[in-house]
């Protein structure tokens, strides 16, 4: 609400319900809509509807709603329509452990949908950064005109710790771009020089067109190879071609380190612990922490890459944005995956000893 939403179109489940319970409650007070929908394909059809109408719109999730977000979800990359989406991940798969913490879904995020695009995923690690990442997930989605995605987990979205809250006047907030004036000339899909469009809210007066189908710069379907690369290829560059803006990641004691831990949510809370406990010991080791998982960060971590001996990587899954570290890594220095299934975080003690491995090796 403090980034201006107005409109939340959710279904309860655990651990993300008290998202939607919040939202239930305080929307209408502030002359905002809370809808509850049948389920999450029809809750991720009515952000992208109330966006149209001119409403910033979220909704909240966790492991089972997300999957069935994930074709809407590219309905929204598509049509270039901004919101944002909250997964709170849960231990995983299927049902699996509904109220206890995982980071299963992080791959999800970036290849759930089908299809070549760009996504935009935050990493909060406490509440306040739940917050705070709130707010920049609209302002990002808002400038870039699509889906953007906050992957918390279970045990930050029930931590119990202070947030500071902003007065409104010191929040910055990133409104989309609107049509030109002369409504004759606009066209729901031509790019500025940004390569994003500006938007017409539906019911204004200007002719808009919203197509699922690959289409040109009107809107309109065009159904051939040409029209398609051209349009997958912007939608991607308006994200790469921005990355400096976009990526985020925290650092610590990088300079002259030998081994670099790489972390997000709560394991990277769990990973400060252990780089404590390393250099207590003696160990050259410092931290990249996740802020935003995608776009990936794969210029820091290649370049780490090349003049230390190894990453540590623990995630509560058997490896996922390790794979991403391998990648950008070239085989240049050791991976250490630290796994777990989820149910439970890691404890410091099982990330020193996957330093104390590396700095072996």
Not at 48 to 71: D, H, Q, V
Not at 100 to 123: K, N
Not at 241 to 269: M, N, P, Q, T, W
Request: with cysteine; aromatic share 6%.
């Amino acid at each position: 609400m403090a980034a201006g939403c107005m409109f939340f179109g959710g279904y309860p489940i655990t651990p993300a319900t008290e998202v939607a319970e919040r939202m239930a409650e305080r929307l209408p007070e502030v002359g905002g809509v809370y809808m509850q929908m049948e389920d999450e394909i029809a809750s991720m059809a009515a952000i992208l509807g109330a966006s149209w109408g001119g409403a910033k719109s979220m909704t909240g999730t966790s492991g089972p709603g997300f999957s069935l977000m994930m074709e809407n979800l590219g309905l929204g990359l598509i049509t270039e329509t901004p919101c944002v989406v909250v997964n709170i991940q849960r231990a995983a798969p299927s049902t699996g452990l509904p109220t206890l913490v995982g980071q299963g879904d992080m791959m999800q995020a970036r290849w759930g949908s089908h299809g070549p695009y760009e996504i935009i995923a935050l990493t909060p690690s406490s509440p306040q950064e739940l917050f705070d990442l709130t707010l920049r997930a609209f302002n990002l989605s808002e400038k870039y005109r699509l889906p953007v995605l906050v992957m918390g987990d279970a045990e930050v979205g029930h931590m119990t710790e202070k947030v500071v809250i902003p007065p409104p006047d010191e929040i910055e907030l990133i409104e989309r771009k609107p049509p030109p004036e002369d409504r004759a000339a606009f066209k729901t899909c031509l790019p500025d020089a940004d390569l994003v469009p500006p938007m017409a809210r539906a019911g204004d007066g200007y002719h808009v067109f919203v197509e699922s189908l690959t289409h040109d710069d009107r809107g309109y379907p065009v159904l051939n190879a040409e029209t398609h690369e051209a349009m997958v290829r912007r939608l991607h560059d308006k994200i790469l071609l921005h990355k400096e803006d976009i990526v985020d990641f925290e650092e610590r004691y990088l300079d002259g380190c030998d081994i670099v831990i790489l972390a997000y949510g709560i394991s990277a809370r769990i990973a400060a612990k252990s780089l404590d406990l390393a250099r207590a010991k003696g160990l050259k080791v410092g931290m990249l922490r996740l802020i935003v998982a995608w776009p990936f960060p794969e210029d820091a971590v290649r370049e780490l890459s090349k003049r230390i001996q190894g990453f540590v990587v623990p995630e509560i899954n058997y490896g996922q944005m390790s794979r991403e570290v391998e990648r950008c890594s070239r085989s240049d220095c050791l991976v250490e995956l630290i796994p777990r299934a989820g149910g439970e975080i890691h404890t410091p003690e099982e990330i020193l000893a996957g330093i104390e491995r590396v700095a072996r090796a």
